[in-house]
């Protein structure tokens, strides 16, 4: 049975930080329903990897290897994929990084890091890709926020802030550039199996508070987040922007 609305056939996707976790997941998800997609990173061993990957499951998958924090390095990039790969028709802004720290010793360093990596980074990326996109009129946007869009937690006040950034920073895309055919949405994950939560997975008293603090019960699998992207990314979201879509066990639905 054939579902049009959510068919990304012909569409081209650029998943930043997709060598893992839930950027590799994505990529993964987004190609099964026929997209062609563009894995990013930093390490280009990780990402041939992925890309090696992806493409001996029979799927359509290109390799660029970019630091999205560096704005000239993302823009020659993006220029770069649009003359020699394709159009791109779908964003997914997932790069990101963590670090705990009480907040009253917080580095400076990482402050910094943290502001570049997962803020700049959304507004670089977003902004050379839209400036293609408002010239043909239409394409999607999907950033990855947090439950700590809306949540904090001790020792990742600086995350929080960031994820708070990217929250707002989705609401100002879409504010702006709706008016051109853009849909910009988020994803807000709760509490994933991912390589940037490894530390909390293996400590036992985190997973076991977890579990008691989510009325599902227990972790999610990066898996579980494929079907709001590809609502998102698909014809079905035409009329949905702005909104960020909590994907979390009901955590934050619940106290």
Wanted: aromatic share 8%.
């Amino acid at each position: 049975m054939s579902y049009p609305l959510f068919s990304l056939d012909g569409r081209l996707a650029l998943i930043t930080g997709s060598s893992q976790g839930i950027g590799l997941a994505l990529a993964e998800g987004l190609a099964a329903h026929g997209a062609a997609v563009v894995i990013n990173g930093r390490d280009r061993a990780k990402v041939d990897i992925a890309t090696a990957k992806l493409t001996s499951s029979g799927y359509r998958a290109h390799a660029s290897y970019f630091d999205v924090t560096d704005l000239a390095a993302v823009k020659q990039a993006i220029e770069r994929i649009e003359s020699d790969i394709g159009a791109i028709d779908i964003l997914i802004n997932n790069a990101g990084m963590q670090f705990r720290a009480p907040l009253e010793d917080f580095p400076e360093d990482k402050w910094l890091q943290l502001l570049q990596t997962n803020v700049s980074s959304v507004f670089y990326t977003g902004q050379s890709v839209a400036q293609y996109m408002i010239r043909r009129r239409r394409g999607k946007i999907i950033n990855i926020a947090s439950v700590q869009s809306e949540l904090a937690r001790p020792s990742i006040a600086p995350y929080t802030a960031t994820k708070g950034a990217v929250r707002n920073l989705t609401r100002g895309m879409c504010t702006d550039w709706a008016k051109y055919g853009l849909q910009i949405n988020a994803i807000a994950p709760g509490y994933f199996k991912t390589p940037l939560n490894q530390a909390l997975i293996d400590n036992p008293d985190f997973s076991s508070w977890l579990e008691k603090r989510t009325p599902a019960g227990r972790w999610g699998n990066v898996e579980e987040l494929v079907g709001a992207a590809i609502f998102l990314a698909s014809d079905a979201s035409s009329f949905v922007n702005g909104q960020v879509i909590h994907i979390d066990g009901g955590i934050t639905a619940s106290l």
